[in-house]
């Protein structure tokens, strides 16, 4: 029985030999978007989106376009122009894999519903890297755990990862580091008992069988503990550079206060590590709208940022370091109305996203490129 990791090689033989586009220079993917979204969401981008360079790319679009509502029971948002969608190659160290943004996002779309009773308080989702198709995710808690699924939920497996303790994992991540790609799970929380330090774990990504399901498999892992500088605090959001690998968790607090960002060296097995703060954000603001997940673009041009109520993008320029995207000014896009959102993730190939939440059979819900 052929795992997915063995289908993307297979596929990936196939496409040797012919590019993501023509032409010379790096692909950009211009964007002019302004105006305020119709329900009540922060402004468009301003300035150019581009995609991060690539030693084998070419091309160039562009196009401007506002913002509407989505009919399909979230914010639509289509500001980031109307020109044809450009691609480029997948930084090294990732699983190759063409990587493009969108332009302009369609509908929500439900694709799948969580199909076991192990996952009722689902927490994070991560696109998988080295298998098409399956999707990372975990609970809310100290489990140091987390499940394959399918895109239309179906279980495909689960990891548990030795060796290591958590306390509250809040996010997921699957991205490049030393051994190639890794899950990173985020034990961030801090909203029940005070603690005076937090980790992140990581885990080399396992193999998923396609026939899923069977016996929890252990994985090795290693864990990152960290402080913050300014004293604790409680997040659900963990991004990591898909570039460099640098860590970035954005704490939950938005009561009436914008969430802020912290940055951490990607030094797994090291002596404690101290956060350094980077930025505030300026959303989400108000008692009602936490943060509660992120996901950074795989082509490493901004990032997702989750509330209860409200998704934005921060887009940025290719070629600029992936930290200038939280300076960004964020944009309202599609989302779901859900129990309690505050899972979410971009495809590997960037060119579309999914949220799910908490609850009993959760539904998974995407949106792409229009």
Not at 32 to 42: E, F, L, M, Q, R
Request: proline content about 8%.
């Amino acid at each position: 029985m052929r795992t997915l990791s063995q289908v993307a090689l297979l596929g990936l033989v196939l496409r040797v030999g012919g590019g993501c586009g023509s032409g010379g220079g790096s692909r950009s993917l211009d964007s002019a978007a302004g105006g305020t979204d119709a329900g009540g969401g922060v402004g468009g981008t301003d300035g150019a989106t581009s995609e991060r360079p690539s030693p084998a790319s070419g091309g160039a679009a562009g196009g401007s376009g506002g913002a509407d509502d989505s009919a399909a029971g979230g914010t639509d948002a289509g500001g980031m122009g109307d020109g044809p969608d450009a691609a480029v190659d997948t930084p090294p160290g990732e699983m190759p894999a063409a990587c493009s943004a969108c332009t302009s996002y369609g509908p929500v779309q439900k694709v799948g519903t969580v199909q076991t009773a192990a996952l009722t308080q689902l927490s994070g989702i991560a696109a998988s890297h080295r298998n098409p198709g399956v999707l990372f995710v975990h609970n809310d808690g100290a489990r140091p755990e987390f499940f394959a699924v399918s895109e239309a939920g179906a279980l495909l497996g689960q990891f548990t990862i030795s060796g290591v303790t958590a306390r509250d994992i809040e996010d997921i991540a699957v991205a490049r580091c030393p051994t190639g790609v890794c899950v990173y799970l985020a034990d961030i929380g801090n909203n029940l008992t005070p603690r005076p330090d937090f980790a992140i774990l990581r885990t080399p990504e396992p193999a998923v069988m396609m026939n899923g399901g069977g016996a929890p498999v252990a994985v090795t892992g290693e864990r990152l503990v960290f402080t913050y500088p300014d004293g604790a605090h409680n997040a659900e959001t963990l991004l990591v550079d898909p570039a460099t690998g640098s860590l970035y968790v954005i704490n939950k607090l938005a009561a009436g206060m914008p969430s802020s960002v912290y940055r951490l060296p990607a030094t797994f097995g090291a002596a404690s590590a101290v956060a350094t703060k980077i930025a505030d954000l300026p959303v989400p603001a108000g008692g009602d709208e936490p943060a509660t997940g992120g996901s950074a673009h795989p082509c490493g041009i901004g990032f997702l940022l989750r509330t209860y109520n409200t998704l934005y993008e921060f887009r940025i320029p290719a070629g600029t370091p992936f930290e200038d995207a939280f300076r960004a000014t964020p944009m309202a896009v599609p989302a779901a109305q859900e129990q309690k959102s505050e899972g979410v993730t971009y495809s590997l190939d960037g060119r579309s996203y999914f949220t799910t939440s908490e609850g009993n059979s959760p539904p998974i819900n995407r949106v792409s490129c229009r």
